[in-house]
């Protein structure tokens, strides 16, 4: 056995590969989508190992062609989520007691894998079925992932080697302990890499989980499971069980040894699951930890010195790259009326260009939406623009769910800055401008500080410093990430860890240690090597002063 005291250092971001024609990532990304798309692909649960089919079942399809099923899975039910529970339960028992050594070494196993034999796979997957195109999934499926699970083995390092101080005589040390329980784990579909770590987060702390994945993201999360067993995540540490959310919730919600919930996706749900903790606060052993990344109106704020070039594209690749359907996406902008006819321009030119198709043709910058739903959601905000006598489409306004769930990169105007499409979050490839008067800067980023409940991310323009400042005090509670001259989307591991609060989430900040820290339960250890052997102390005694 090596003794020594081990550490693992910080990584590098991993590279992000071009796909050029003719290169090696590309024939093999072509030769993955290839494959998945011509199989069906049955999903089972994964409860303590094994595979469970309950034969009720749903379809994956693919969002731009949603005639074509990519796969079939199966749904659990509350019995389902029990055995779930259970397992998770029992492989607690021996998870928890792994050194933390040989969980980093599991989980730097994993990232190796992405990162090697199934980049390819895992970013077909995510462009088939989540309808991201190769730049999109690239920078997700493989890169984040990846990031995540390094970041996370170096963060862990240094978090266990936080420890107190011992005076003479005593030993303290701290223990960083699994939670006491299982965690409950729910992800979007809009990220693969926030499906993972979700999951190897906790996992990695010495947790187990019970893990409901979205359905429309079935195809690349049953992927991340086939990876994790691969790589040596033992049975039951981490149960997959597609299904719907209340009869999941219904048994996890009422069972006492609910740990903590990991969750992203919509405030209201978010708000629902605290609810439910709430009225059972009485059931639990321990408290629950929430940790949740929830919605999020983003805004770029301009002001009159920016750049208007560098704004625009800010814009264009803020709001509409995944078509709007990440919660750190553009979704409002406050344009300066003296540069907003250049702005306005600039705008439409580029739109014009944007080609919308499927995810497979490399010259295609916007992509189908997830599915109908949320179609038909995006249309009805677009619907209600059309019919205000407040609001202007100035560039998109239609839609196409004939074939693939297709909407235009739309920008509206409104005269309102409390109008819905500035309050609201569509989660679609959906910018609204309010044109504010140059002379009133400060009155209207106090204005886009106080128009939304979220708080998640948002950026400023400007090549004047102290417009920067003032911006940065003003918004400061405003995002949790706030960029710089650049767009408010698109954050790095171990770069801008991310998360915001108010009504967008808890602010445990994916990508960096705080996040790790909330799935411990620390536990002091103090070593008396010199007991006393009285109870009396020195000052207790009669003795006088010079006796």
């Known amino acids: 056995m090596n003794n020594a005291i081990f550490k693992y250092d910080l990584p590098k971001n991993e590279p992000i590969l071009s796909y050029l024609p003719c290169s090696p990532e590309r ?22 190992g094994k595979e469970v089919r309950t034969g009720k079942k749903g379809k994956v399809v693919m969002p731009h062609n949603h005639g074509h099923v990519l796969a079939e899975y199966h749904m659990a039910g509350p019995e389902e989520t029990q055995l779930a529970i259970e397992a998770a339960l029992k492989a607690h028992e021996y998870w928890s007691q792994v ?93 693969t890499a926030i499906a993972s770590n979700l999951n190897m987060a906790p996992v990695l702390m ?24 691969e790589a040596g995540v033992p049975d039951g540490v981490i149960n997959f069980i597609p299904g719907k959310g209340s009869a999941i919730g219904n048994v996890v919600f009422n069972h006492p040894m609910l740990a903590g919930i990991h969750f992203t996706g919509s405030t209201v749900t978010f708000n629902t699951f605290w609810k439910a903790v709430s009225n059972n606060i009485g059931k639990y052993r ?100 059309k019919e205000s006598d407040k609001a202007e489409i100035v560039a998109g306004g239609k839609g196409d769910k004939s074939k693939g769930y297709f909407v235009e990169p739309t920008v509206i105007v409104t005269s309102d800055p409390h109008f819905i499409t500035m309050e609201e979050e569509i989660f679609g490839p959906v910018l609204t401008i309010y044109v504010y008067p140059d002379e009133k800067f400060e009155e209207t980023l106090e204005l886009c500080d106080q128009t939304s409940p979220y708080a998640l991310t948002g950026a400023i323009f400007s090549a004047d410093r102290e417009a920067l400042n003032t911006a940065c005090r003003i918004l400061r509670y405003s995002a949790g990430n706030f960029y710089f001259n650049d767009k408010p989307t698109g954050a790095v591991v171990g770069q801008q860890p991310f998360g915001g609060a108010r009504a967008s989430g808890t602010n445990d900040k994916a990508g960096g240690p705080f996040n790790l820290i909330r799935w411990t339960s620390p536990r002091t250890i103090k070593e008396n090597l010199n007991p006393p052997t009285d109870y009396r102390y020195p000052y207790m005694t009669n003795a006088r002063c010079g006796e």
């Not at 699970?149 to 936080?162: D, G, K, P, T, V």
């Not at 409950?184 to 990220?191: A, D, E, M, R």
């Not at 010495?206 to 067993?229: D, F, R």
């Open 27 to 48: 024939e093999a990304l072509e030769n993955e989508i290839k494959r998945l798309s011509s199989e069906v692909m049955e999903i089972p649960l994964i409860i303590g």
């Open 99 to 191: 050194s933390w050594v040989e969980r980093l070494s599991i989980t730097l196993k994993v990232a190796e894998l992405i990162s090697k034999k199934y980049r390819a796979t895992l970013n077909a997957a995510t462009m088939l079925g989540q309808g991201k195109n190769v730049y999109q999934a690239e920078i997700d499926a493989a890169c984040e992932t990846i990031d995540f699970l390094r970041f996370n083995a170096h963060y862990i390092s240094e978090i266990y080697n936080q420890q107190p101080i011992s005076e003479t005589g005593t030993i303290n040390r701290l223990e960083y302990r699994p939670l006491e329980g299982f965690i409950f784990t729910v992800s979007p579909f809009n990220f």
């Open 206 to 229: 010495g947790n187990t989980v019970v893990w409901k994945p979205a359905s429309t993201a079935l195809l690349s999360n049953y992927i991340l499971m086939q990876i994790y067993k």
């Open 286 to 385: 321990s408290y629950p930890k929430l940790v949740g990344e929830t919605g999020g109106k983003d805004f770029i704020f301009m002001h009159p010195s920016a750049n208007v070039n560098e704004a625009v594209i800010a814009a264009v690749r803020g709001a509409f790259e995944y078509q709007g359907q990440k919660c750190s996406a553009a979704s409002r902008a406050y344009i300066p009326q003296s540069v907003w006819p250049e702005f306005k321009t600039k705008l439409q030119g580029i739109l014009h260009e944007l080609n919308m198709g499927e995810p497979t043709d490399y010259e295609t910058f916007v992509n189908a939406v997830i599915d109908e739903a949320s179609f038909d959601n995006i249309m009805s905000y677009i619907e209600k623009a």
